[in-house]
């Protein structure tokens, strides 16, 4: 497993970006002719992680994850994957972190119109020496994880948009990697296909536990997605937190305007609320850590016992009916006090 990290990154575009950093250092604006597309963004993607990046077109997202690839070198700062700095290293490097380690999941799927769903999907291990046979037996398994059985044969344009999104997910699946990189993956589809797409990555990493960076400007789904969030505004980030912590301590009044219609029994997931410390109701069936709060509403019934909460077998405590009223009660208590 693979973890990432980030350290004082900075990317400036424009003719003077040395100059343009001394600004920003100073507490000032670089000058037009510089665009501070990302500043000062540090962090760490834990193993296993699924790391959402949030944040208004324009406010550096794609950039930032442009650089921990190494699709854009930084103006400064550093990209740690694993233990490797890939910063400064040469484009056959980069290429064979890309190949070995990191997979990158586009808006606009990225697929070969005159290639099969199962040469697509198995499109990534063609430039790593691996045999024919092997390649179509890793695209096949990894179709069938994103419910594409059957599909093989068939090409892109024989699939609808929400399909065509999972073959490039089967893509990044089949080639292995421990990082998935994914920039807006979802937000070409209708809103049931994309909440279909979410459930099954949500699914999905409940068993395969890749390392997730994705990048989104829908604050619904960075919540849904999101083990934490980084919200960004012009080139900063300026909070990370769980989506329980955005919600009740936004960083400043930025963040509290963005969250402040955001539907909590919605994306408040059942983790977000366990309580280690609490202990579920004897016989109490558990839920998965990405339960949706407004669900469990049912599940309480008459008996109000507290529920468990598993993810990936361990279980991460239990949600009390008091801790779902605190978490709802929130924003009632804002409006009633605005
Ligand atoms: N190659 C480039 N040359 C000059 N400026 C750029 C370049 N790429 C991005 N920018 C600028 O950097 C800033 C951040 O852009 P970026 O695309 O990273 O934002 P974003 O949050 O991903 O937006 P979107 O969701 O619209 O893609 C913007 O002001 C953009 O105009």
New binding site residues.
């Given amino acids: 497993m693979t973890s990432v990290r980030v350290e004082r990154l900075y990317k400036i ?2 003719p003077q970006p040395t100059e343009a950093m001394r600004r920003l250092d100073r507490g000032e604006e670089p000058d037009a002719r510089n ?1 501070a ?2 500043v000062d963004a540090s962090f760490t993607v834990d193993e296993g992680e699924t790391f959402v990046v949030m ?10 994850i442009r650089m921990l690839n190494g699709l854009l070198a930084p103006t400064s700062g550093q990209v740690f994957v694993g233990d490797t700095e890939i910063t400064g290293m040469s484009g056959r490097e980069l290429r064979g972190v890309r190949q070995r380690t990191m997979s990158m999941v586009f808006q606009h799927f990225a697929l070969f119109p005159h290639r099969s769903v199962l040469d697509n999907a198995g499109y990534g291990l063609r430039v790593c020496g691996i045999g024919k046979d092997e390649i179509a037996s890793r695209a096949r398994e990894a179709l069938g994880m994103v419910g594409l059985e059957g599909w093989e044969d068939r090409y892109p344009q024989q699939l609808s948009g929400g399909m065509r999104q999972r073959v490039g997910l089967a893509r990044a699946l089949a080639a292995g990697t421990d990082v998935l990189l994914m920039d ?1 993956a979802f937000s070409a589809l209708d809103p049931l296909i994309k909440r279909e797409m979410q459930d099954q990555l949500l699914d999905l990493n409940a068993q395969l536990s890749k390392t997730i960076i994705f ?1 989104t ?1 829908d604050l619904n789904e960075a919540m849904r997605l999101g083990d934490r969030i980084a919200v ?1 505004r012009g ?1 900063r980030i300026v909070q990370i937190g769980t989506a329980g912590q955005i919600l009740r301590e936004p960083a400043d009044d930025y963040v509290a305007e963005f969250v402040r219609d955001v539907d909590r029994s919605r994306v408040l997931t059942a983790a977000a609320l366990a309580d280690p410390a609490a202990t579920a109701g004897d016989g109490t069936e558990p839920v998965p850590a990405h339960t949706p709060v407004r669900d469990l509403f049912a599940l309480f019934g008459s008996s109000g016992r507290p529920i468990p909460v598993v993810d990936r077998g361990r279980v991460l405590g239990a949600v009390t009916p008091e801790a779902v009223f605190a978490a709802l009660s929130h924003r009632t208590e804002e409006a009633a006090d605005a």
């Fill in positions: 575009f424009g665009t597309a990302v944040g208004l077109s324009g406010s550096g997202k794609s950039t930032l807006e990048i400007h960004m080139g």
